[in-house]
């Protein structure tokens, strides 16, 4: 269960995916703060999406 400051970041992630367009940076976002909430399925998911959507990425290789 999620509680202060860790809700409000998850919601933050959530509210800037609806603002802009799918991008490397903001699924590496997506990737760090759901592995430091501890959510190791979701992270895995914005990983996933990063490695088939920006295979070449920069930000993927500092990842891997």
């Not at 979701?42 to 990842?63: H, M």
């Amino acid at each position: 269960r999620l509680v202060g400051s860790e809700m409000c970041i998850r919601d933050s992630l959530q509210r800037l995916e609806g603002l802009f367009s799918q991008s490397p940076e903001l699924l590496l976002a997506g990737y760090e703060i759901e592995k430091a909430l501890g959510n190791e399925s979701q992270a895995k998911n914005y990983l996933t999406n990063l490695q088939k959507d920006y295979p070449g990425s920069e930000i993927l290789k500092n990842i891997e």
